[in-house]
């Protein structure tokens, strides 16, 4: 009996086994490890043809992303960045944002861990024929197509199969280097042009610092300072400035510097500029991107 058994379970292992290719983990499809020669993410046959410039796509649809519309890119458009933004430290979620000389872009994709193989200056080649752009309170972003409950469509995260076959790695850049904005400026942002750019914002004080309330709670469990009065909206809670009512710092409650407290004083901060119908929201990447005195 116990023979019999061993046979079994023998003959499933290597029905299992036969359902996974080595390229499925890193391997080449002859499970062969990977030589250093291609990068183990991503499509390494995609050209570095029929490249355009994000401000250029962008415009391109401006239509589309304007009207929070969507639409299938049936054309052999790819675009070429480097990443500015991911998920390290949990505020930036499913989404990666890349930035060329021009302009920069969110591109959405259902998986964790994307730092790990686009991490902060990496520069990828992003093939868009078949995938979906459209605006998210005219934030553009780059996806496939999503229904919600009442039946709204809108441009959402592909998953990772998918994403897999849609870039290549081009290798480590130099990181961009943020831009420096005057928070008294923001008013006059080209929402167009903007929008998924990485910035550092000097000179700023947060409205709501008192050494007790942090930027983010979890509402079931936390009780401290004004989780009760402040709202999670979409799991985010947006925290206001002192100098300038048109712009906000958004953080999620699975940010890892959600628990913090909000840093009192004056200070700068460092993050990826979105906008959601009309109003500025700044997504800090990581903690260290936070600099005020008290925090030094």
Not at 89 to 109: K, L, M, V
Not at 208 to 231: L, R, Y
Not at 262 to 285: A, D, E, F, V
């Amino acid at each position: 009996m116990k023979k019999i058994l061993y046979i079994f379970m023998a003959a499933a292992c290597i029905m299992f086994t036969g359902c996974i290719g080595g390229e499925d983990i890193g391997f080449d499809d002859d499970w062969n490890a990977p030589d250093g020669s291609n990068a183990p993410y991503g499509d390494n046959s995609i050209k570095e043809e029929n490249v355009m410039s994000i401000a250029a796509f962008k415009e391109k649809y401006e239509k589309t992303i304007t009207s929070n519309g969507y639409k299938l890119i049936d054309e052999d458009i790819k675009l070429k960045g480097i990443v500015t933004g991911n998920d390290i430290e949990g505020n930036i979620y499913s989404q990666i944002f890349i930035q060329d000389a021009t302009g920069a872009i969110t591109i959405c994709i259902e998986q964790g861990g994307l730092f790990s193989y686009l991490p902060e200056g990496q520069e990828i080649l992003v093939s868009l024929k078949d995938l979906y752009i459209g605006g998210y309170g005219t934030q553009p972003q780059i996806g496939t197509l999503y229904t919600n409950k009442n039946g709204n469509i809108s441009v959402s995260r592909m998953n990772r199969v998918r994403w897999q076959k849609h870039f290549k790695l081009l290798g480590m850049k130099t990181p961009v280097e943020p831009e420096e904005l005057d928070i008294t400026k923001i008013g006059t942002l080209d929402s167009k042009k903007e929008c998924g750019k990485l910035y550092t914002i000097k000179n700023i004080s947060f409205r709501d610092a008192n050494g007790v309330n942090i930027f983010a709670m979890d509402p079931e469990t936390s009780n401290v300072g004004d989780a009760k009065t402040q709202k999670l909206l979409g799991g985010c809670i947006n925290r206001n400035i002192k100098e300038n009512n048109k712009f906000v710092v958004r953080t999620s409650q699975y940010a890892d510097f959600a628990g913090m407290p909000l840093p009192q004083g004056k200070g700068s901060i460092t993050g990826i500029m979105t906008i959601y119908n009309g109003t500025w929201q700044m997504l800090i990447r990581k903690y260290e991107d936070i600099k005020f005195p008290e925090n030094n």
